[in-house]
């Protein structure tokens, strides 16, 4: 019985150690996660301040690290991950998570084609299907000069140089 308390006070005594060391900002957190767990909403948060702060790797692995959210911020969540992982060069995981934002409303298509951390990908067809939910073969398929009204505001015309203008809202993106 005499050693579960003198347990806890090794624990709480390292945690303190462990919390009152300066430089040592990760550490702290996954102690403190352990002593105090976040909520979704504060994973949330802590994630959105990583990227405002260009630490796209960290949001990332906060965001897989958690879980899976409740189902009123699943989709924020999946915009997180997606802003993060175009933003590392992983966009099969971006993909996926974008996606999955869309579905769950928490960005509209014009929202996707103006946001500043889809760049790296704005002008891949795939992003262009994506935000259109229409299969590249449909695309494809359509005459050289026609244009396609995709729905939720995007459009799709291709001309006959072979290029393509996404265009979803004011915004709109040639794509090659």
Do not use: H, W
Not at 50 to 67: C, W
Not at 82 to 107: D, R
């Amino acid at each position: 019985m005499t050693n579960i308390p003198r347990a806890l006070m090794r624990v709480s005594f390292l945690a303190f150690l462990v919390l009152s060391t300066a430089g040592c900002d990760q550490i702290r957190e996954k102690v403190s996660d352990l002593i105090n767990p976040k909520t979704p909403q504060q994973v949330l948060e802590s994630a959105n301040q990583k990227i405002a702060n260009q630490k796209f790797k960290d949001a990332l692995a906060e965001i897989e690290s958690f879980g899976k959210a409740d189902a009123n911020l699943e989709g924020d969540f999946a915009l997180a991950a997606a802003k993060s992982s175009f933003q590392v060069g992983e966009n099969e995981k971006g993909y996926s998570y974008l996606t999955n934002a869309l579905k769950a409303k928490a960005i509209t298509t014009e929202q996707a084609m103006a946001e500043p951390l889809f760049e790296p990908v704005r002008t891949e067809m795939r992003f262009a299907t994506i935000l259109t939910q229409t299969s590249p073969t449909t695309l494809e398929s359509k005459s050289a000069t026609s244009e396609v009204n995709a729905g939720g505001g995007v459009s799709i015309k291709m001309n006959s140089s072979g290029g393509t203008e996404v265009r979803a809202g004011n915004v709109s993106v040639k794509l090659p």
